[in-house]
Every structure is written in structure tokens, then in C-alpha cells.
């Protein structure tokens, strides 16, 4: 019984971050797209690199090439991680700030109408007056959190299947090694952030 209960809860998260995400798209189109690029922008780049430029490192090394190529491979790697990180700067500095106040503005004028048309007696029930204006303050807060909980998991997601890609091309056995650490690992992470969500209620 309680393991429906569970996956009842787990589907209902998923399920309201889904919902709060098609606001925020209604909202700010631009926000949200920006964010998904952002994520994968700032998380892609130094993932490819751990993997395919160590590897090309230690293959130079290993077959005895000249030495100063690896100098070129860390150039490059260097190069792509600083034009990488200048974009998610450029990024956050000047389109990310302008979008977020125009979503802030956009829902928030959603529960300010959503308030004028409730009744009085609505507003007798303090616990839905305390839930609603609770929503209204934190409005805010909730919506960067959720954009950064999305972005996270878009980025992690888009890394972990291309990666696995050339790893597929390039050792399929080393991709059944880091895909059955990462299912190892699944279960602790679980319980880690059961932890932490309890902790915050």
C-alpha cells in the first residue's frame, strides 16, 4: 500500500512540475527555451571534454605521438569551456534578467485576476487565505527554483545521452560500467533527497 501511495506522489510532483512549467511557457516562451540552452550549454561542453579529451590525452601519450599535440587538445578544451561559460554569462546578464521580470509580471497578473474574481466568503476560510497569499509572495522564489530544477535535469539528461552515444561508438564496455555505477547510485540519491525534501517540510 505504501509504495502506491509512492508512486502516486512521485507522478503528482512530476506531474504539478509539468503543470507550472506550461505557465511559465504561457508566460515567457523565450525564459523557459533560454533556460533548457542554458543548462545544456553550461553542463555539455566540460562533460565532453572529461570524457573525449582525457581520452584523446591518453591515446596521444599512450601511442607514443608527439608530445606537444596534447599542448593544441588543451587549448581547444580551454577554448570551447571559456566560449561556453562567456555565452551563459552574456546569457544571464542580459536576456535572462529582462524574461524573468516579464513571467514574474505575467503570472502574477494571473493571481491578482484569479483574486478579484473570488467571492468574500472565500477569503473567511484562513486556509485558503494563508495558502494564497503564501503563493503570491513566493511566486518568485518558486519559479527560479523550479526553472533551476528543470534546467539541471534537461542538462543532465542531454549530457548523460550523448555521452553515452560516443561511448557506445567508442567502448561499449565502459558505458555498461558508468551506466551500472549511475543505477547503483540511483537508490542512495533517492533516499538523499527524500531526506532533504522532509527537512524543508
Known amino acids: 500500500m505504501k509504495i502506491k501511495v509512492k508512486q502516486k506522489d512521485e507522478h503528482s510532483m512530476f506531474s504539478n512540475m509539468m503543470f507550472f512549467m506550461s505557465l511559465l511557457f504561457k508566460a515567457s516562451p523565450l525564459l523557459v527555451i533560454g533556460e533548457l540552452i542554458w543548462g545544456v550549454m553550461n553542463n555539455l561542453p566540460s562533460t565532453l571534454i572529461s570524457v573525449l579529451g582525457i581520452k584523446y590525452v591518453i591515446d596521444i601519450a599512450a601511442s607514443g605521438e608527439r608530445l606537444n599535440r596534447i599542448y593544441y587538445v588543451v587549448l581547444v578544451c580551454a577554448g570551447l569551456l571559456i ?11 542580459f536576456f535572462w534578467n529582462v524574461q524573468k521580470e516579464i513571467a514574474y509580471f505575467n503570472l502574477n497578473r494571473q493571481l ?4 478579484k474574481s473570488l ?3 472565500s477569503y473567511d476560510n484562513p486556509d485558503f487565505y494563508n495558502n494564497f497569499i503564501l503563493t503570491i509572495e513566493s511566486s518568485s522564489d518558486n519559479i527560479q527554483n523550479l526553472l533551476g530544477l528543470v534546467r539541471r535535469y534537461f542538462a543532465n539528461v542531454v549530457s548523460l545521452l550523448t555521452v553515452s552515444s560516443i561511448l557506445l561508438t567508442i567502448d561499449p564496455l565502459c558505458l ?4 551500472g555505477t549511475i543505477l547503483v547510485f540511483l537508490p542512495i540519491s533517492h533516499i538523499i533527497s527524500d531526506l532533504q525534501v522532509e ?3
Open 119 to 121: 467571492d468574500l466568503e
Open 112 to 115: 491578482y485576476e484569479k483574486a
Open 199 to 201: 527537512r524543508r517540510i
Open 83 to 93: 566560449i561556453s561559460k562567456l555565452i551563459c554569462f552574456l546569457y544571464r546578464e
Open 176 to 179: 555498461v560500467i558508468i551506466l
